[in-house]
């Protein structure tokens, strides 16, 4: 099994952030716009098309507002991994800033290096969005 894990610094209150990464089904507006094309909700399941065409169905086990977290499962879509486990979650860093911890447990291996890529780029669209002040357009 591949484990991967991203973390990142936020320059923006956990609050802000966390309620970005709550909103589990305008990620691909409020998240990764851009990286994500389209996101929608089949009950528990949420759909998500990326901009490189890949779709994926995945199943929300959890939402925490408490420990800012959520997890999530991909059960579907055109990309198939035999397991596939990620957790994202948001740690306040002071006042004004945030920690970013993502993980991703997933096998066959071989797929290690394709959703390495897709977190080290979601990651950088995150970020950017984040920290991208809101404005009445956003």
């Keep these: 099994m591949a484990h991967i894990h991203k973390e990142f610094l936020v320059e923006s209150a956990p609050d802000n952030v966390w309620a970005a990464v709550r909103d589990v089904g305008e990620i691909h507006r409020r998240l990764v716009p851009g990286f994500v094309t389209d996101t929608h909700l089949e009950a528990d399941i949420r759909v998500v098309t990326f901009a490189n065409g890949v779709v994926v169905h995945e ?70 969005t984040l920290e991208t002040p809101a404005t009445p357009d956003n």
């Excluded at 797929?111 to 979601?122: N, R, S, T, W």
């Design 59 to 128: 199943l929300l086990v959890d939402i925490d507002d408490e420990a800012r977290r959520v997890a999530y499962a991909v059960v579907g879509g055109s990309l198939a991994p035999r397991h596939h486990h990620a957790s994202m979650q948001v740690f306040a860093d002071g006042e004004k800033h945030s920690r970013f911890v993502w993980i991703t447990d997933v096998t066959p291996h071989d797929l290690a290096g394709p959703i390495a890529e897709m977190v080290d780029q979601g990651a950088l669209v995150m970020k950017q």
